[in-house]
T-cell receptor, first 114, second 114 residues
Framework: DAKTTQPPSMDCAEGRAANLPCNHS???????VYWYRQIHSQGPQYIIH???NNETNEMASLIITEDRKSSTLILPHATLRDTAVYYC???????????????FGTGTLLAVQP | DGGITQSPKYLFRKEGQNVTLSCEQN?????MYWYRQDPGQGLRLIYY???????QKGDIAEGYSVSREKKESFPLTVTSAQKNPTAFYLC?????????????FGDGTRLSIL
């Protein structure tokens, strides 16, 4: 599975857009990009995922570069409740046995400031 | 509401004792997973199950055991052979192991040694 690189921490002002980068330069053609977040002492919460195209849902937008070597998670209007550790994960799609597991790194701690 | 329920939220183990962590889901998912999270680290896969009566070892299965007798239940036993069991344990599920749909997590069980 491809490895990901994320900055350890970021700050964002409340009400502004939070843009969280992720580098996955060794990603292969059938690997999806998933984003989760984890608030202290809770289970990870799924946010969004994509393969090639940009994706948007009620929580966030996912922008994947054309070469798929990096992506950005965008929280359009950050609130204090968005303070959490954000994980970017790549995973092989389809049949792959144990490679279908999610590999969580250490993520980015996003601190939303009032 | 549909979801994943882990119990208990906090658990204490005495030396030489086996303890069992409960994970129940009413999402009708075939695949279920157990992860361990240590402070400041990402998640590591202990065991996973693709379907009832089947389970496979993950990356750190030593000292743990599981069963999958019912679709909705995937209990994890931390045995006395696990010498460093203090951690945050997370259960997850998804429609099928090979599905590209995301895993959904419970709120975890925090295990400590007395």
């Amino acid at each position: 599975d491809a490895k990901t690189t994320q900055p350890p921490s970021m700050d964002c002002a409340e009400g502004r857009a939070a843009n969280l980068p992720c580098n996955h330069s060794t990603i292969s053609g059938n690997e999806y990009v998933y984003w989760y977040r984890q608030i202290h002492s809770q289970g990870p919460q799924y946010i969004i995922h994509g393969l090639k195209n940009n994706e948007t849902n009620e929580m966030a937008s996912l922008i994947i570069t054309e070469d798929r070597k990096s992506s950005t998670l965008i929280l359009p209007h950050a609130t204090l409740r968005d303070t959490a550790v954000y994980y970017c994960i790549v995973r092989v799609g389809g049949y792959g046995g144990a490679t279908n597991k999610l590999i969580f790194g250490t993520g980015t701690l996003l601190a939303v400031q009032p | 509401d549909g979801g994943i329920t882990q119990s208990p939220k906090y658990l204490f183990r005495k030396e030489g004792q086996n303890v069992t962590l409960s994970c129940e889901q009413n999402l009708n998912h075939d695949a279920m997973y157990w992860y361990r999270q240590d402070p400041g680290q990402g998640l590591r896969l202990i065991y996973y199950s693709q379907i009832v009566n089947d389970f496979q070892k993950g990356d750190i299965a030593e000292g743990y055991s599981v069963s999958r007798e019912k679709k909705e239940s995937f209990p994890l036993t931390v045995t006395s052979a696990q010498k460093n069991p203090t951690a945050f344990y997370l259960c997850a599920s998804k429609p099928g192991h090979n599905s590209n749909q995301p895993q959904h997590f419970g709120d975890g069980t925090r295990l400590s040694i007395l």
